[in-house]
């Protein structure tokens, strides 16, 4: 599985961005996946930010919780993250992560950066 993401870029503080992850398709299944994005701040380790499972239950890190919202469109093998009134903290690298525990996998999109500038 190869995930893609894009989206990311330089806002001003309590601007919006939208993230996008695509996965290719492949014989695994998109919608049996749990996805999630994760952060990296430089100097820090990698963190999540948010999970969508393929039920669709959602979570959120505590520092982004009714900023960002984690969403999914498993026809377009693709998952989402809506970040709103963005503050400078949030600048890190986001990856998507495409995971099924129980098959042993866990795969890891190429990063894409967010700036926010105060």
């Known amino acids: 599985v190869q995930l893609q993401a894009f989206g990311g870029g330089l806002v001003q503080a309590g601007g919006s961005l939208r993230l996008s992850c695509a996965a290719s398709r492949s014989r695994y299944s998109f919608s049996g996946a749990t996805m999630g994005w994760y952060r990296q701040a430089p100097g820090k380790q990698r963190v999540m930010v948010a999970s969508i499972v393929p039920g669709g239950t959602t979570t959120y890190a505590e520092s982004v919780k009714g900023r960002f919202s984690v969403s999914r469109d498993n026809a377009q093998n693709t998952v989402y993250l809506e970040m709103n009134m963005l503050k400078p903290e949030d600048t890190a690298v986001y990856y998507c992560?495409?995971?099924?525990?129980?098959?042993?996998?866990?795969?890891w999109g190429q990063g894409t950066q967010v700036t926010v500038s105060s």
């Open positions: 992560n495409y995971k099924r525990v129980h098959l042993g996998m866990d795969y």
